[in-house]
């Protein structure tokens, strides 16, 4: 079964940073590209980074430019997101999405919430 | 930045009638769109790529059309399980990859 399961997320002030997470199972991990989306409550989804399946590529969203990072580990099956200089927009449910298609994307984890707060 | 603007906002139609959503691209996108269906407390869905083919597993109730800048899916026949919140997707132009703000389906 193609699953992926993000985890990482929680409770943090304003200026902190987070480490995300996401365990991929059921296909080639290494031959896809992988994002991740985040959703704010009540919102529609925003695409945050996208990462190429053999690591030479990156690529972000201005509004995250220079304060996250997307990093993949394709021996662990596992693609991360730090995240630094968090604000209160950056609350969000955080997915982790792997595309096909083109870029549309066929499998979305069930979500992490990052809540930016004092 | 490629903006996506769906309309309308919220449909609200009866059970076995036919549901129209649009979506409007800023600039052309060819037919590198995706429409995704969304129920509370999950994940988006994905329902049709490149405008007009369906997903895995997605009835054939739904229907996608369009190319350029203007797209439209269909729900010809609306079930009870088809209440959801609906978002459009492109993907021709990235990054950023950008989503619609979404069409909220409502059984009347």
């Known amino acids: 079964e193609v699953q992926l399961l993000e985890s990482g997320g929680g409770l943090v002030q304003p200026g902190g940073s987070l480490r995300l997470s996401c365990v991929a199972s059921?296909?080639?991990?290494?031959?896809?590209?992988m994002s991740w989306v985040r959703q704010a409550p009540g919102r529609g989804p925003e695409w945050v980074s996208g990462?190429?399946?053999?690591?030479?590529?990156?690529y972000y969203a201005d509004s995250v430019k220079g304060r996250f990072t997307i990093s993949r580990d394709n021996s662990k099956n596992t693609l991360y997101l730090q995240m630094n200089s968090l604000r209160a927009d950056d609350t969000a449910v955080y997915y982790c999405a792997k595309p096909d298609w083109g870029y549309a994307f066929d499998m979305w984890g069930q979500g992490t919430m990052v809540t930016v707060s004092s | 930045e490629i903006v996506m603007t769906q309309s309308p906002a919220t449909l609200s139609v009866s059970p076995g009638e036919r549901a129209t959503l649009s979506c409007r691209a800023s600039q052309s996108v060819s037919a590198n769109l995706a429409w995704y269906q969304q129920k509370p407390g999950q994940a988006p869905r994905l329902l049709m790529y490149?405008?007009?083919s369906r997903a895995t597993g997605v009835p054939d109730r739904f229907s996608g059309s369009g190319s350029g800048t203007q797209f439209t899916l269909t729900i010809s026949s609306l079930q009870p399980e088809d209440s959801a919140v609906y978002f459009c997707?492109?993907?021709?132009?990235?990054?950023?990859?950008?989503f619609g703000g979404g069409t909220k389906v409502e059984i009347k």
């Open positions: 490149g405008a007009a």
């Open positions: 990462i190429s399946g053999n690591i030479v590529s990156t």
């Open positions: 997707q492109q993907y021709n132009d990235w990054p950023p990859l950008t």
């Open positions: 059921g296909f080639t991990f290494s031959t896809y590209a």
